[in-house]
């Protein structure tokens, strides 16, 4: 039997065998990037919730979804944040190459590699949830009522939530995210400490989540619902993913338009400094 040395030394001579498998096509690595940090994001995130609604309440409670949420994007910026900057949000990407932080011609793939991640843990989950998902409905996938499914991949407004009140309520968490996003990585101002920017960020998304998510699920990232929602219509929600209740779905995305870099806006002018 080989002792612990010689099957070391073997090791190291298989290693220095093994071909080296490189992708030098800087947009390729930064897109799958993108989408792999996206996907391990949203696999803890809608993970969270579904083992929350299908369990009834015996395996967590609303706080579950926020730290799955939050400790979700901060295993993403781990995962991705030195290739693509692990932005994991359109509404990120475009403040970014509002700012001069990213290309324009960036802007396409980051948002179809998000949309791409957000899509692919939207159906892991509905496979690893398959069974509980059909237990919990009896079979009947729905939108709303009190069985409703659809809540565990896209975001939905409470009942009482306005069209107006929505619209104020998604602008304003996203504008908080930015502002706070902004500030963690200005190096001129207080940053985060170098190595502890996947916490910080993980935690300003648990913030966000524990004090402006109960009108309609702090849907602050466009492509963390378009997505899902998309894959819900198709694996037998069906078009009501689109159209209940009404015209409130169409908040998540239009909401990551320029108004919503108001007060990143303004942060940026007075506070954080122009990139170098």
């Given at each position: 039997?080989?002792d612990v040395g010689?099957?070391?030394?073997?090791?190291g001579?298989q290693?220095?065998?093994?071909p080296?498998?490189?992708?030098?096509?800087e947009?390729v690595?930064v897109?799958?990037?993108e989408?792999?940090?996206?996907?391990?994001?949203m696999?803890?995130?809608l993970?969270s919730?579904a083992?929350?609604?299908t369990?009834?309440?015996?395996?967590?409670?609303?706080?579950?979804?926020?730290l799955?949420?939050g400790?979700?994007v901060a295993?993403?910026?781990?995962?991705g944040?030195?290739?693509?900057?692990?932005?994991m949000?359109?509404?990120v990407?475009?403040?970014?190459?509002?700012?001069?932080?990213?290309?324009?011609k960036?802007?396409?793939l980051y948002?179809f590699a998000q949309?791409?991640?957000s899509?692919?843990?939207?159906?892991?989950?509905?496979a690893?949830?398959?069974e509980?998902?059909?237990?919990?409905?009896?079979?009947n996938?729905?939108?709303?009522?009190?069985?409703a499914?659809a809540?565990?991949f896209?975001?939905y407004?409470?009942p009482?939530l306005s069209?107006?009140?929505?619209f104020?309520d998604?602008?304003?968490?996203?504008?908080m995210?930015l502002?706070?996003?902004?500030a963690?990585?200005?190096?001129?101002?207080?940053?985060?400490?170098a190595?502890s920017e996947?916490?910080?960020?993980?935690?300003?998304?648990?913030?966000?989540g524990?004090?402006?998510?109960?009108?309609?699920?702090?849907a602050?990232?466009?492509?963390?619902d378009?997505a899902?929602?998309i894959?819900?219509a198709i694996?037998g929600?069906?078009?009501d993913?689109?159209?209940s209740?009404g015209?409130q779905?169409?908040?998540?995305p239009?909401c990551s338009?320029?108004?919503?870099l108001?007060?990143?806006?303004?942060g940026?002018?007075?506070?954080?400094?122009p990139p170098s």
């Open positions: 039997m080989k010689q099957l070391v030394e073997l090791g001579s290693r220095k065998k093994r080296k498998v490189w992708l030098r096509n947009s690595r897109g799958l990037a989408t792999l940090c996206t996907y391990v994001m696999v803890f995130g993970g919730v083992q929350v609604v369990g009834q309440g015996e395996f967590g409670q609303y706080l579950s979804i926020n799955g949420f400790l979700g295993m993403g910026v781990h995962v944040g030195k290739v693509s900057g692990a932005h949000n359109a509404a990407s475009f403040t970014m190459c509002t700012f001069g932080r990213l290309g324009w960036m802007l396409p948002i949309l791409l991640g899509f692919l843990a939207a159906g892991t989950i509905y690893v949830y398959y509980a998902i059909y237990d919990y409905c009896g079979g996938l729905t939108v709303t009522g009190a069985t499914t809540g565990i896209a975001t407004p409470a009482y069209l107006m009140a929505g104020i998604q602008v304003f968490g996203t504008a995210l502002l706070c996003l902004m963690l990585s200005d190096q001129k101002n207080k940053p985060a400490a190595g996947p916490v910080a960020v993980g935690l300003l998304v648990l913030l966000i524990i004090s402006l998510g109960s009108n309609s699920g702090y602050i990232n466009p492509t963390r378009i899902p929602r894959f819900t694996a929600w069906g078009t993913v689109f159209s209740p015209l779905l169409l908040l998540p239009s338009r320029p108004q919503r108001l007060p990143s806006c303004n940026t002018l007075f506070l954080f400094s």
